[in-house]
Antibody
Framework: QVQLQESGPGLVKPSETLSLTCTVSGYSISSGYYWGWIRQPPGKGLEWIGSIYHSGSTYYNPSLKSRVTISVDTSKNQFSLKLSSVTAADTAVYYC??????????????WGQGTMVTVSS | DIQMTQSPSTLSASVGDRVTITCRASQSISSWLAWYQQKPGKAPKLLIYKASSLESGVPSRFSGSGSGTEFTLTISSLQPDDFATYYCQQYNSYLTFGGGTKVEIK
């Protein structure tokens, strides 16, 4: 079955760039579907960050767009998130996920387990 | 952008109770609404899409209704496994989640 696994540093300094990778197994990213990043600050709700297709087509949350870059590496079956100029407000559990049908703005039905990223000096 | 407001934020209920959670959109989203269940330390699980369509494998005690700006998630008979936090999500324009409703044991 399709599985997603987030990886990356658990601690990032303020003003630096947060970088995470999601490795997909059980499905080739090149075969289709949009792949996304969602985050959840401790004790708070969910926030969609952005999504990407295997072709590189992206959609970003307008409130984060100026700081977000999502890219895909089909050769490694991975997609990645970069969030620049981070502050303590970016501290959160970051999830990667796959959409439920092969189009951009639809719900996510397969999720990674999530990775906690703390922004602190 | 579209704002999603859930109520109540916390709900206390007993096993066997009928539970209803409301989600309101700041503008019409047709039926482009999903519901998720999240347990502590776990990723969200998709329960319902397109306002009322049950995701495969989800128990039939879960149901969704509504269109336009007002939506509800109903659990017909609350089970021990259902104590969790529930989120609505609109996908009419980008993706926005509601603030969540925690269903706790009464």
């Amino acid at each position: 079955q399709v599985q997603l696994q987030e990886s990356g540093p658990g601690l990032v300094k303020p003003s630096e760039t947060l970088s995470l990778t999601c490795t997909v197994s059980g499905y080739s990213i090149s075969s289709g579907y949009y792949w996304g990043w969602i985050r959840q600050p401790p004790g708070k709700g969910l926030e969609w960050i952005g999504s990407i297709y295997h072709s590189g087509s992206t959609y970003y949350n307008p409130s984060l767009k100026s700081r977000v870059t999502i890219s895909v590496d089909t050769s490694k079956n991975q997609f990645s998130l970069k969030l620049s100029s981070v502050t303590a407000a970016d501290t959160a559990v970051y999830y990667c996920a796959r959409v439920s049908v092969d189009t951009a703005m639809v719900p996510f039905d397969i999720w990674g387990q999530g990775t906690m990223v703390t922004v602190s000096s | 952008d579209i704002q999603m407001t859930q109520s109540p934020s916390t709900l206390s209920a007993s096993v066997g109770d009928r539970v209803t959670i409301t989600c309101r959109a700041s503008q019409s989203i047709s039926s482009w609404l999903a519901w998720y269940q999240q347990k502590p330390g776990k990723a969200p699980k998709l329960l319902i899409y397109k306002a009322s369509s049950l995701e495969s494998g989800v128990p039939s005690r879960f149901s969704g209704s509504g269109s336009g700006t007002e939506f509800t998630l109903t659990i017909s008979s609350l089970q021990p496994d259902d104590f969790a936090t529930y989120y609505c999500q609109q996908y009419n324009s980008y993706l926005t989640f509601g603030g969540g409703t925690k269903v706790e044991i009464k």
